[in-house]
């Protein structure tokens, strides 16, 4: 057989090889239906905290390479008492070539009971392998947060909260709020890991935004006790899953409650 | 008593290896920002075919495949770790295949193409069929399947035919001939 002849050969078979490849991707979603991954139709998460979530604080900083500040757009500022909360929201914004994506943003509607003082929000994205672990940026160009002011009166003590001890190795053992003692049997919370690799990696990635049409957010301020702001991703890593830090200035009141919903919102 | 001639010289063993090795740089040093599925495939498919087409035998490019998986494992290039093995022994095996199809006349682009793109997507299916036996539900893998495998063969074919550029200025250049390396 002549060399041209192997090559047709070749290309046929390439040409069968696509157009198999070509029907899964056409007839997939219907051979493989997507897993329902939360009972709620809708919500991946929709729990309600209250101030026993505060597992951290008190303290002036959130975890980054280098300690990060807690106000929106702030840098760490020494007299700041932060309370800190870690969710995990059981989704993840998804960025990257929409050709080969379905891309997504994460919607999270909040809803405070008896806010004290002010309450900052930001997210952390989960990574694995040597990829550092993604959060909004703080500083400079394209920083972004997201917070929200309450008028209730200062509570007492905040009993759950313990300070977070900055590790030399930057990679942090974060106990996580959602059902606490889910595993009754071993009385163990859930735990996440963030990891960072040098000053400034990871951070960027994610965003805080109120409106979807502009996805890199910027800092907001609100007084609105409920109220939506999104979790947008750019970057081909947007991280496996998504952890909201809540966290809050001061000890809040006995009825404090935080609900949190998390929804995936396609964009594409 | 003869000697027992081994299979691969000394020499094709050390080119064998430093081809392997080669990807693995390639792979680390080398980060386009297409964002396109498979667009490596352009530049760590040249040094298997280069490889194979050099020593013209079968097994050439399984061994290229065996010490790039090795390396790629040891220096933990993405998440899969040990199963990048067999992801470099399938692309190095298809090469080989590919080079008994086309009597290891890689040199021609034709015949680069066509195992550059073979390697390639050798290298995305068992990719994807890792994913699936890690775990990963189909549901999200089929996703952009189609694009994907035509962007891989794309791209693989491309470093296929940078391959057979290379083979043919070696051949020209006399440092390799056709019927020996």
Known sequence: ?268 | MAARTPYFSLHEIALLSLCGALIVVLNTTFSLPLKIPGHSGIYWVVPVIVGVGIVKKPGAGTYIGLISGILATFFGLNTLHLFNLLIYLALGGVVDLAGLLFLYRLDNPAAGFVAGAAGNLAKMVVNYLLQTFLGIPAAFIVIGIGIASVTHLVFGGLGGVIAALVLRSLLKAGVITRDRA
Request: hydrophobic share 40%; charged share 15%; aromatic share 10%.
């Open chain 1, 1 to 268: 057989m002549k060399l041209l002849s192997r090559v047709v050969l070749a290309c046929l078979l390439f040409g069968c090889f696509l157009v198999g490849m070509g029907a899964l991707e056409m007839f997939g979603p219907a051979l493989f239906p997507q897993p329902v991954r939360d009972e709620t139709p809708g919500a991946l998460l929709d729990e309600v905290f209250t101030k026993a979530g505060f597992l951290y604080g008190p303290q002036s900083w959130r975890p980054g390479y280098d300690p990060i500040g807690i106000s929106p757009g702030k840098e760490v500022a020494e007299g700041d008492a932060w309370y800190l909360m870690f969710i995990d929201l059981n989704t993840t914004p998804v960025s990257g070539n929409p050709n080969v994506k379905q891309l997504g943003s994460v919607r999270i509607r909040y809803n405070f009971t008896e806010l004290s003082g002010r309450a900052a929000f930001h997210v952390y994205g989960l990574t694995t392998g040597t990829t550092a672990t993604r959060t909004n940026r703080q500083i400079g160009t394209k920083n972004c947060g997201f917070m929200v002011t309450g008028t209730a009166p200062e509570g007492g003590v905040m009993p759950a909260a313990t300070p977070l001890t900055f590790p030399s190795s930057h990679q942090y053992r974060i106990t996580l709020s959602n059902s606490l003692f889910s595993d009754t049997d071993n009385l163990t919370a859930g735990t996440c890991s963030f990891r960072f690799i040098q000053p400034g990696a990871g951070q960027g990635a994610l965003h805080l935004t109120p409106n979807l049409s502009q996805p890199m957010g910027g800092i907001t301020e609100t007084t609105d006790q409920g109220g939506i702001f999104y979790v947008t991703a750019t970057g081909a890593n947007a991280g496996n899953n998504l952890i909201l830090l809540a966290a809050v200035d001061r000890p809040q009141p006995d009825g404090f409650a935080l609900r949190v919903r998390s929804e995936f919102v396609r964009t594409t």
